[in-house]
């Protein structure tokens, strides 16, 4: 039988069987078409960026008693973890204000109506230490964006992406864009063109001269 989680409270924990859950589609691709006078067809635009994913679960609820707990844990945003993949989650935003009293007290069954961002996270983090030149292989099929954080004084590049840093023990968030030791922010501390990401299959890393190690943690994403 099919199951869900949504900030980890269960459908199993709110008594309710899923009537049908879909799998997720793959995200499309966002991308502008511009029609220009004079000329032949339509000029395509790829935005580098994927749109979100409209989804449906539909559930009967068991027990009536339950509702209070269903209009708590079903509004926001949240992970949501599908038991059709065990190995991810989503971040997930409840999209309709779910009416109980026409659901609920006729039909015991509701639709869920979720928009999930288009890339799917693994559950576990993958965390690496690099004390020397080498090669990390990053799973999934989408492009990350890892925590960086750096033993050392000196330069390094991951990915092809050059950073160098004034001062140890500092960590890079690639996916806020920040960087930090604590609570105390280090971006003057920090100098690069970019902010490096990680992509599937080989990706080379290399230490310069008073850099210890790095440790990078990501989370392997899927499209």
């Known amino acids: 039988m099919e199951s869900f989680k949504f900030n980890n409270v269960s459908s199993d924990s709110l008594s309710l069987i899923v009537k049908s859950m879909p799998l997720v589609p793959r995200a499309q691709k966002n991308i502008e078409s511009i029609e220009i006078p004079g000329r032949n067809g339509k000029l395509y635009i790829d935005n580098e960026n994927y749109l979100s994913i409209n989804y449906t679960i539909n559930c009967i609820s068991l027990d009536k008693n339950k509702i209070d707990d269903i209009k708590s844990t079903f509004q926001g945003k949240g992970k949501l973890t599908l038991?059709?993949?065990?190995?991810?989650?989503?971040?997930?935003?409840?999209?309709?204000?779910?009416?109980?009293?026409?659901?609920?007290?006729?039909?015991?069954?509701f639709p869920l109506q979720l928009e999930l961002d288009p890339i799917a996270y693994s559950i576990t983090e993958t965390v690496e230490t690099i004390s020397t030149d080498g090669i990390i292989n990053v799973g999934g099929n989408s492009i990350v964006y890892p925590l960086i954080k750096v033993s050392g004084v000196g330069s390094f590049s991951v990915n092809g992406y050059e950073i160098t840093v004034s001062e140890s023990n500092i960590s890079i968030d690639c996916d806020l864009m920040n960087c930090f030791n604590g609570l105390i922010s280090k971006n003057d501390k920090v100098i690069l063109s970019e902010f490096p990401k990680l992509t599937?299959?080989?990706?080379?890393?290399?230490?310069?001269?008073?850099?210890?190690s790095i440790e990078i943690r990501y989370r392997k994403g899927w499209v």
């Not at 991810?88 to 069954?109: C, G, P, V």
């Not at 599937?200 to 210890?212: H, K, Q």
């Open 200 to 212: 599937p299959g080989n990706n080379p890393i290399s230490l310069g001269d008073g850099v210890t």
């Open 83 to 109: 038991s059709k993949y065990n190995d991810r989650f989503w971040n997930a935003t409840i999209k309709n204000q779910i009416d109980f009293s026409k659901y609920l007290n006729y039909l015991n069954e």
